[in-house]
């Protein structure tokens, strides 16, 4: 299993100046409001629309080059990084450089992979793959002739974020989905009832596992009730019975918190051919009661010894679930983004008689305005 290992950026949003961010198996990362957790997290957003080919939609509906360049194009006209992915066998590395370009847009000067095999083998690749591009060469047509480029086409495909937040009563997520559209979750959760649907049919074991799940959260909750209906066989809706009763209620009588829940439990809980490469969410933690963030701490954990997890929060909750080793600290320093991993060992004697999150709120390690 191929695992992102560090990232190196410069000149992405607030992140001026980012080298040699080290990522584990599970990665929390916490900040203050404005420090630029979510400008990482964005990142993943940013080289998925680019790795499908879609990088110019992707700086349109993000307020244009200007808005992701650290200060805009006058202070900052390029923006690089490396990503450097390890397994058993062999590292790779992805690198490229992006330029300003009139009007307001981002063009690729540069992209280049490489890898790096370890003993014994000997054999290594690399290739420039693209210069003076509109997209990225992953995104073209013939690049997957290349068994190397094709095998690291899919490591960065695979590293996908979440937000569940828009949960309000127009939001997608409590509307139809195709039946059909089931072989990932959908980033905002809007094909969710047809990824249960097909867990239920397909992986039975995992869809209980979901259920059980909710109803720790939600006592009254029964089961989902996924069929289509008669004249759409085609759509399914998120409609769901509660213990004892013959109603059948809809996705718009389920509360925000309980609906975010089994988002974030059937994303945590997916049978392991579909989970993503590197499982990226927003503060998770919105609109959950305490003991449903516990549980969601349990899950996260769990699914980062199937997968790569990296989550912002801003809760302490959460924070106190994990290992001090995999919090992520960011900081605002003159306006650029810094992180610090949290070391265990150096905290050890406050641990005797503090919680992380109480660390936190006195501002030990960082992380506070």
């Not at 989905?177 to 397909?202: I, K, P």
């Not at 945590?268 to 449903?292: F, K, N, R």
Request: charged share 20%.
């Amino acid at each position: 299993m191929a695992t992102l290992k560090k990232i190196s950026l410069a000149g992405y949003k607030s992140l001026r100046d980012c080298r040699d961010l080290e990522l584990g198996r599970l990665n929390v990362l916490i900040g203050a409001n404005g420090t630029g957790k979510s400008n990482l997290v964005s990142l993943f957003a940013f080289l998925n629309a680019a790795m499908k080919g879609e990088l110019q939609i992707f700086v349109g509906r993000t307020g244009a080059a200007h808005s992701l360049l650290h200060l805009g194009p006058k202070q900052t006209g390029e923006l690089t990084g490396t990503l450097e992915f390890d397994n058993d066998e062999e590292s790779a590395f992805y690198a490229f450089k992006l330029l300003f370009a009139a009007p307001d847009n981002l063009i690729f000067a540069s992209e280049t992979f490489r890898t790096v095999p370890k003993p014994p083998k000997t054999s290594s690749c690399s290739e420039l793959i693209a210069r003076g591009a509109n997209e990225s060469a992953v995104a073209q047509p013939g690049f997957q002739d290349n068994e190397w480029l094709k095998w690291f086409a899919s490591l960065i495909s695979g590293l996908r974020s979440f937000h569940f937040h828009d949960t309000s009563l127009l939001a997608r997520i409590r509307g139809h989905s195709r039946a059909a559209d089931h072989r990932v979750l959908y980033q905002n959760g809007e094909n969710l009832a047809s990824v249960l649907r097909f867990l239920r049919d397909a992986h039975p074991e995992h869809y209980q596992r979901i259920l059980e799940t909710v109803r720790l959260i939600a006592p009254f909750f029964a089961d989902f009730v996924l069929e289509a209906p008669t004249p759409s066989p085609e759509l399914v809706m998120l409609n769901w019975r509660a213990k004892g009763a013959d109603y059948e209620f809809g996705p718009h009588q389920l509360s925000d918190g309980t609906l975010r829940f089994t988002a974030l439990a059937t994303l945590l809980l997916l049978p392991m051919e579909m989970l993503p490469g590197m499982i990226v969410i927003d503060e998770p933690e919105l609109g959950l009661h305490p003991y449903a963030i516990k549980l969601l701490a349990s899950l996260l954990a769990e699914a980062s010894a199937r997968t790569q997890v990296l989550v912002a929060t801003q809760s302490a909750a959460l924070v106190d679930e994990v290992e001090p080793n995999e919090v992520i600290v960011a900081n605002l320093e003159g306006g650029a983004t810094s992180f610090e991993r949290l070391d265990s060992e150096k905290l050890s004697d406050w641990l005797k008689e503090y919680t992380l999150s109480q660390m936190w709120e006195t501002n030990l390690f960082g992380g506070r305005p």
